[in-house]
């Protein structure tokens, strides 16, 4: 499965955010490829699952969750866990 | 690392900021001061910020300010500026800001490092007000190597 998390700038909150993620996936047993991207690479790309905060949402299309912090594992877990399974099911 | 990076020369405890552009422009002339990059960078992660709202803005109380380089990153660098009193960025949820950690690297995949080191902080929820209270840069120092023991 793939996922990317994006930030406006896809250098500094969304790593941090794709270290969260790949953690937290890890954690479940879930193989996930987490990639992190600028708004301009990810609006052209079509991963499994996007990964981001409410401000940015708007500007992707596709299979999007919106998480509440960039850094917080346990927000990130509760906002992002069932979409995360949801997309590995169906990607498998 | 985290460790070699954070000197005393790049932290700056209880500093009055007018504003949040007044705050993030002190935290990049910390940066601007060690030769980490040119004064454009600073600029452009208010321009970022500007663009792209309040997301820098990363929990409760603290932003960490930062911009894509443009040739005007020399080396990797990260600095703290606390705030006397803080200073609102438009976040919903996270303001006011009293910490700022601010960051720049040449290539932007060399922040991974850096900031994997820098994400577990966030995990402990009396990171802010540990790093708030501090009153020297020596201080900032210890709390923060105290998170990685």
Redesign the interface.
């Known amino acids: 499965m793939h996922i990317i998390t994006v ?7 969304s ?2 955010l794709a ?2 993620v790949q953690e937290i996936c890890d954690e479940e047993g879930i193989a996930a490829d987490v990639e992190s991207m ?2 301009n690479g990810a609006s052209s790309s079509n991963p499994d699952l996007f990964i981001t ?1 409410k ?2 949402a708007p500007e992707l299309h596709g299979n999007i969750v919106i998480v ?7 927000k990130i877990r509760e906002d992002a866990l069932e979409a995360i399974k949801a997309a590995a099911a169906k990607a498998q | 690392m985290l460790k070699d990076l954070l000197t005393p020369a790049v932290i700056r405890c209880h500093v009055h900021a007018t504003d949040w552009r007044d705050a993030v422009t002190q935290a990049g002339a910390l940066l601007e001061a060690a030769g980490k990059c040119d004064h454009s960078y600073t600029e452009s992660m208010i321009a970022s910020i500007e663009k792209f709202g309040p997301y820098v803005v990363l929990e409760e109380g603290v932003a960490m300010p930062h911009a894509q380089s443009n040739g005007n990153v020399s080396e990797e660098g990260i600095c703290i500026l606390t705030l006397d009193e803080p200073v609102r960025f438009g976040h919903d949820e996270y303001d006011p800001v009293s910490v700022l950690i601010g960051i720049c690297a040449p290539n932007p995949r060399e922040h991974l490092d850096c900031l994997a080191e820098l994400a577990k902080i966030f995990d402990d929820e009396d990171a802010l007000p540990k790093l708030a209270a501090c009153a020297t840069p020596e201080d900032v120092i210890a709390t923060m190597d105290s998170f990685f023991e």
Do not use: A
Not at chain 1, 7 to 13: E, F, K, L, R
């Open positions: 930030c406006g700038n896809g250098i500094g909150s790593l941090m270290g969260k600028d708004l905060v401000e940015l509440r912090s960039y850094v917080n594992k346990k």
